[in-house]
């Protein structure tokens, strides 16, 4: 839909913000992980969680990958004339796919952000990141869309024409585009029994499944629902504010909904949207997204995955 150069705009992304990476680096120290190797980063895209990686990592070394070249170039220019911090910085055209090329037991860290649900193979990803980790390491992936969450929000959407409807407005064509664009995205990434490959959005995931998969292959997860790295740097604020709030920013950014549709949206399913407000008015829900961590077991320890 759009090329490398328009991604921040598209999804409203601020440049070269640390504050992402920085919260992964704090995560990195209360999971007491491991830092004393390198971190490898898959799927820099325009460099929103790469920079404060790069600021604050502790570890010798961070090779920053994304198979686009053109994604490569901007993470690489977010550094500029900018501080950094200690860690050397690397980078490398590099897909997902490839990660059996990479020597076993070399990364103490490996990160995604957004990106997993683009990996073909997402049980085959896991595994080969379990095998690239040093014991004490840890996979960490944020930004990933959870599939009840998800399911959810387009449930709410498939009643917009109804609710438009009973409130007297007709659907534009363009809507009716949109909107089916965004009901048809989700039902697709649902499906599992399709062939994904061409798509770019591929999958959307329930953390159990992902804890199946990490403990087959002796990672340790543990998932922190709704959570964005973000949360665990200054001013350690929850990014997250409800279903309703989440909902809007997901249509506008992602699905490109535009000014009236969204007013309209706001007005006639005020009802729905409260409803889901307040089951959760006293913890944070329903899970959209969460930062996913899985920690390789040390080869002394033994598992427990209670
Ligand atoms: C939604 S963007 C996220 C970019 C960035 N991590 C962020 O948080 O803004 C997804 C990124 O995944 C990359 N990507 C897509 N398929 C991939 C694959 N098979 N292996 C590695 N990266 C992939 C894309 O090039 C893109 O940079």
Same mark, same amino acid.
């Given at each position: 839909m759009h090329t490398e150069e328009d991604y921040n705009t598209q999804y409203g992304v601020t440049p070269a913000d640390p504050a992402e990476g920085e919260g992964l680096c704090n995560l990195l120290k209360t999971h007491e992980v491991d830092t004393s190797g390198p971190a490898l980063e898959i799927g820099c895209g325009t460099g929103y969680l790469t920079f404060g990686v790069g600021q604050h990592y502790p570890g010798p070394d961070f090779l920053i990958? $994304?198979?686009?070249?053109?994604?490569?170039c901007l993470t690489q220019n977010q550094f500029d004339g900018r501080s950094t911090g200690t860690t050397r910085r690397h980078y490398a055209v590099f897909n997902a796919d490839d990660l059996?090329?990479?020597?076993?037991?070399?990364?103490?860290? =490996?990160?995604?952000?957004?990106?997993?649900?683009?990996?073909?193979?997402? $049980? $085959?990803f896991i595994a080969g990141c379990a095998r690239a980790l040093k014991p004490g390491g840890a996979l960490l992936m944020? *930004?990933?869309p959870v599939e009840s969450g998800y399911l959810l929000m387009a449930s709410v959407a498939k009643f917009i024409? %109804? *609710?438009?409807? *009973?409130?007297?407005?007709?659907?534009?064509?363009?809507?009716?585009?949109?909107?089916?664009?965004? %009901?048809d995205t989700v039902k697709f990434s649902c499906i599992r029994d399709i062939d994904k490959r061409t *798509?770019?959005?591929?999958?959307?995931?329930?953390?159990?499944? =992902?804890a199946e998969v990490g403990a087959a292959h002796g990672l340790q997860m543990k998932f922190l629902p709704t959570a964005t790295f973000r949360?665990?740097?200054?001013?350690f604020a929850r990014s997250f504010k409800g279903f309703t709030?989440?909902?809007? =920013?997901?249509?506008?950014?992602?699905?490109?909904?535009?000014?009236?549709?969204l007013e309209l949206i706001r007005a006639h399913l005020k009802d729905q949207l409260s409803y889901i407000d307040d089951c959760y008015r006293s913890h944070p829900g329903p899970a959209m997204t969460g930062v996913f961590l899985l920690k390789k077991?040390?080869?002394?320890?033994?598992? $427990?995955?209670?």
């Open positions: 990958t $994304d198979p686009s070249p053109a994604f490569l059996s090329l990479l020597p076993a037991e070399m990364f103490s860290v =490996i990160s995604l952000r957004s990106t997993l649900h683009h990996i073909l193979h997402v $049980d $085959d944020g *930004a990933e024409p %109804t *609710a438009l409807r *009973a409130a007297g407005v007709d659907m534009k064509p363009e809507w009716t585009r949109q909107l089916n664009d965004f %009901t *798509a770019e959005d591929k999958h959307m995931f329930h953390p159990h499944d =992902i949360d665990y740097a200054p001013p709030d989440f909902f809007f =920013i997901y249509i506008q950014y992602c699905m490109r909904f535009d000014a009236e549709f077991t040390q080869r002394n320890q033994s598992r $427990d995955f209670s």
